[in-house]
């Protein structure tokens, strides 16, 4: 079946610092890519998707390509901020196959913590 | 316009007790979700709805948990009765339609620890 998987974390960086955080998955058909965040406390918020091949998606200067010939859509921001300090789900949803109904597929998750 | 609600927040109870949280989704939206997220690992759908009827529950413990939603708005999971490997943090989601690319709009979550 489908499945994500994310770099390991938690991740350490100082403030300013470049952050990646790799994303991989398997899909049957053509899925739909996001990237959602969850701050301390608050519940899961959509940080950015990508719907097919090439797209880019961005939000507050996060940005992830869907790549299909590598099957990635790893997360990167040129400067970092202490507020963006969260736990970080790659995530898929694809409606190729039988048992695939739009749900979304989340990884394991990746913390990062930005010191100042 | 308003998010999706839940309750209660948080809930400890004894093994072998009973618990429901309650879940109103985003007004409008026809399909929602019950994730089960265990600490350090991503959430994982238990339930999906399309309007009052199931689209997938094939991830649902269905010797424990129930769910329903009535009139296709509110939803209710449910545990009976609860083991210690259920502690988690249950999110209901909702999306305008279901289709590739429509985002999921989460709730706040409510925390279970099971003693």
């Known amino acids: 079946g489908d499945s994500v998987t994310q770099m390991e974390g938690p991740v350490t960086l100082s403030e300013e610092a470049f952050l990646t955080i790799n994303c991989t998955y ?6 739909s890519l996001f990237w959602y965040v969850q701050y301390p406390g608050e519940g899961l918020q959509l940080l950015l998707k990508a719907t097919k091949a090439d797209d880019k998606g961005s939000n507050k200067g996060f940005e992830a390509t869907y790549r299909k010939e590598t099957t990635s859509f ?15 789900f790659c995530a898929l949803s694809d409606l190729a196959g039988s048992s695939n109904t739009g749900k979304l597929i989340f990884g394991q998750g990746t913390t990062l913590q930005v010191k100042p | 316009e308003a998010g999706v609600a839940q309750s209660p927040r948080y809930k400890i109870i004894e093994k072998r007790q009973s618990v429901a949280f309650w879940c109103n989704p985003i007004s409008g939206h026809a ?21 009052n009827g199931v689209v997938d529950d094939s991830q649902l413990p269905k010797d424990r948990f129930s769910a329903e939603r009535l009139k296709g ?10 083991k210690l490997e259920d502690s988690a943090v249950y999110l209901c989601a909702s ?9 999921l709009h989460f709730g706040n979550g409510t925390r279970l620890t099971v003693t």
């Open chain 2, 95 to 103: 999306s305008l339609v279901r289709v590739v690319g429509s985002p």
């Open chain 1, 74 to 88: 790893h997360l990167e921001k040129g400067s970092v901020q202490v507020s963006d300090s969260a736990v970080y």
């Open chain 2, 73 to 82: 708005v509110d939803s209710t999971l449910k545990i009976q009765p609860a």
């Open chain 1, 26 to 31: 398997t899909a049957t058909g053509y899925p």
């Open chain 2, 31 to 51: 399909t929602l979700y019950w994730y089960q997220q265990i600490l350090g690992q991503g959430p994982k759908l238990l339930i999906q709805f399309q309007n």
